[in-house]
């Protein structure tokens, strides 16, 4: 039989693996969405819990939709994984053990998962489901009727497939069963991602069973975090890796990210929670503060280089930091562009713009540029355009929001600057392309794209002052290719 994690006695020592008694843990948090994030953020702060203060929160993990192996390969070794922090000159490993149980809509069946939602120990559901887990409009938060799941899950109340509708039917169950309700927690970037959550699971309620809307609204809370920590996709490189670390065995489920690690959460739960203040997390009234902060300095930053660096030929974050018109670039962005809309008080925005580009620049993180350009009209709504309607009305300057906004069109146009295919990866793929097919490339392509209205709404199509800074920008990239627009905005500055 081959070696399994689980053999934590032939791990090297260099390992940690957990001290704590597994079996006293308590499944008391449901988790959506058992991908690289919540691997190597969420359970790592659990660990930490049960490992230093004796904490008995334990986790069911649920993947229901994508992720079959992932769940899978937890379930072939004990419910146990590591997570590796990367740096240039150090990995550091632990086994995490606060999984006790793992489940996939699709194969463990939909029953498995309700059932495990509508326990009585049961006090948290939290998701990391991608922002189009949510099936609304980014653009302005509210369910997406449209959306194929939503209208399947209209239908079809009692046998959900979207994650809004899996979570309404958990919690008509616990409301017919006469259980309490659980505190519904989103991880997803997205700017006040509890008020999101609490939107879209109100507004379907409403839609199938009104009184079931009315008892959600007095037995549920949708606490806001503001979650960072950066993860790249698992690559196989990344599991070789890992496999070293752990003397020669094999992890699947491995994850690797870095040594940072930052959470802040609105304090606002129904029915208890761990005391995650106990191992860094900040337990707070208001998150909105510091989600903005995050969300238009860490990921505008990102998306601004993900989309010039992938035109520009750099694979990687790291690699775009190697060259300093777009370190330069991604930091007159943070400070000039994004930093002055920014409502967060007490916080030095230079020192923390220089600490992102720190650890922008971690080589051992190969963070591609590829991935953070994925669903870009789920992102730009809150990493891009908020500043920009903030800069319209105050009349200020946004040359770096407009450049990245045009680099993301240019990406989406499928076609990188020596004439390769862009591979494009967003759930209004068919709506994108086919914006692009009935347009010419040049300003016919910026206007057809500015009509996405899921994304750029009806304001800033009609603005002249935003058409014509895009425009301008996109000119550039297709004259001059995306490394020289960053060496001429960053020349002018
Ligand atoms: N990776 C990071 O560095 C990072 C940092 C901060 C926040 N986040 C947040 O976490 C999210 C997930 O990131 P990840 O790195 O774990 O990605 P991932 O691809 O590893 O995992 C995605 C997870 O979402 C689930 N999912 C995808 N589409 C879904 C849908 N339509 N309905 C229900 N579930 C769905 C999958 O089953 C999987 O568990 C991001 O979108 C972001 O909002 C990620």
Redesign the pocket.
Known sequence: MHQTISQLDVLPSSVTTPSYDRSALKTRIVH????????A?QAVYADLLATEHHSDWGYCEV?????EQ?VADLKQQDLLYSVAEMSPDNWDCRVVGVVREALHAEVDGLDAVLDAMTRKDIAIVSI??????Y?HHPASGVLNLDHP?IQHDLQNPLIPK??PGTIVAALRIRRNQGLPGFTVMS????PENGHVTRNVILELARLQEPALAEWIESSVTFPSTM???????VTPETLEKIQHQLGGIADPAGVA?EPFRQWVIEDNFVNGRPEWEKVGAELVDNVLPYEEMKLRMLNGSHSFLAYLGYLGGYQHISDCMQDKSYALAARYMMLDEQAPTLSTKDVDLAAYADSLLNRYRNTALKHRTWQIAM?GTQKLPQRMLDSVRWHLSKNSQFSYLALGIAAWMRYVGGVDEQGQPIEISDPLLPLIQEKVKGSAEGHARVTALLSLDAVFGSDLPSNSRFVSAVTQAYDSLLTNGARKSVQALVKTY
Do not use: W, Y
Not at 32 to 39: I, M
Not at 63 to 67: H, S
Not at 187 to 190: F, G, K, P, V
């Open positions: 959506l969405g058992f991908g690289a994030f919540h691997r953020h993947n229901l939709i994508g992720g992932q990391t489901i991608t922002e189009k887990g099936c799941m979207s994650a991880c997803d970037n997205m979650v960072d920590r950066i993860v790249p996709a990210c669903d």
